[in-house]
């Protein structure tokens, strides 16, 4: 069974553009959860997504969006990027959520570097 | 709030055992977990313990939960230099893991 799967793996941009990361979780699970991996945050959550609705929500700002399409598979969208905005995002599924005891498993992340 | 707290390093020696500690906040938490992230690599799930429980072992490791005290520990038996990773402990306050910091484990031989 393939696993989680993250494209572009790695990604340079600059201040004030936009960008969209994609998330294809592994067949069958239905939520999908993004996370920011920082050295001086270390691993903040974004969002959740469970059979196209957003479940749960971080503290982020209205810039970090995200949807989910009918198979599950998830985008999140950063507009207007900061320099803070660097980091590796990581993206994690599941079949039913993360509060369960089902396991969720992350993707490699992609590294997004905003100059 | 939601806080979850673990120190930084960790330095051991290869067939040593490893603790790993870390304190989190949120009592509401059913599962309280341990992933592993390799360099240039995703999470990985290593185990996780039900909030009811005070111990889970899994071969070479060992959960240990004090609910009272809010504290949990990984315990790595037998140290090998392929467990050098960082460690992160996560609470589990509703639908979403709440991470603490890492724990940066080098196993020297």
């Known amino acids: 069974k393939a696993g989680v799967t993250q494209t572009p793996r790695y990604l340079i941009k600059t201040r004030g553009q936009q960008v969209t990361l994609s998330c294809s979780p592994i067949s069958g699970h239905r939520s999908v959860s993004w996370y920011q991996q920082t050295p001086g945050q270390g691993l903040q959550f974004l969002f959740e997504y469970f059979s196209e609705t957003q479940r749960n929500k971080g503290n982020f700002p209205g810039r970090f969006s995200g949807r989910q399409f009918s198979n599950s598979r998830s985008e999140m969208n950063v507009s207007t990027l900061e320099l803070g905005d660097s980091a590796l995002y990581l993206c994690a599924s599941s079949f039913n959520g993360p509060q369960h005891d089902n396991e969720q498993f992350f993707g490699p992340g992609t590294r997004l570097t905003v100059l | 709030g939601e806080d979850v707290e673990q120190s930084l390093f960790l330095s051991v020696r290869e067939g040593d055992s490893s603790v790993i500690n870390c304190t989190y906040t949120d009592s509401s938490s059913t599962y309280l977990y341990w992933y592993k992230q390799e360099p240039g690599a995703g999470l990985q799930l290593l185990t996780y313990i039900f909030s009811n429980m005070d111990m889970k072992q899994d071969q070479r490791l060992t959960v240990l939960l004090n609910k009272k005290d809010k504290h949990l520990s990984l315990r790595i038996a037998d140290t090998q230099t392929g467990d050098s990773a960082i460690y992160f402990c996560?609470?589990?306050?509703?639908?979403?893991?709440?991470f603490g910091t890492g724990t940066r484990l080098q196993v020297f031989p």
């Open positions: 996560a609470e589990s306050p509703g639908d979403k893991l709440i």
